[in-house]
Nanobody, 127 residues
Framework: QVQLVESGGGLVQAGGSLRVSCAASGRALSSYVMGWFRQAPGKEREFVALIRRSGGSTYYADFVQGRSTISRDNAKNSVYLQMNSLNPEDTAVYYC????????????????????WGKGTLVTVSS
């Protein structure tokens, strides 16, 4: 089982950039598909991005396509989400997630989520 801890959230002005990080422990990160999800106040959790175990394949929600980059460093047991051109609608708690079921498709994870979750880090974008 893996434990996930997010960091890097904070307050940023619209148009700015922010990188959130996820540190994994308990089991090698390379065993997991990794993802980022977010939940804005009063809204349901939604998928943001995922990255496959080797890092060679990524998948993004339409609303972040071209603005964000997910990456991973298996040697450091870490996953990152670089977010650019932020706007107030990006304000949310961002959650790191992991799943061992690499045979499942991107659409499955984006729709149903993953097995393991961190506690989240708050990103606030001011206008």
């Amino acid at each position: 089982q893996v434990q996930l801890v997010e960091s890097g959230g904070g307050l940023v002005q619209a148009g700015g950039s922010l990188r959130v990080s996820c540190a994994a422990s308990g089991r090698a990160l390379s065993s997991y598909v990794m993802g980022w999800f977010r939940q804005a106040p009063g809204k349901e959790r939604e998928f943001v991005a995922l990255i496959r175990r080797s890092g060679g394949s990524t998948y993004y929600a339409d609303f972040v396509q071209g603005r964000s980059t997910i990456s991973r460093d298996n040697a450091k047991n870490s996953v990152y989400l670089q977010m650019n051109s932020l706007n107030p609608e990006d304000t949310a708690v961002y959650y790191c997630a992991a799943d061992e079921r690499a045979y499942l498709g991107d659409s499955y994870f984006s729709r149903y989520g993953m097995t393991y979750w961190g506690k989240g880090t708050l990103v606030t974008v001011s206008s």
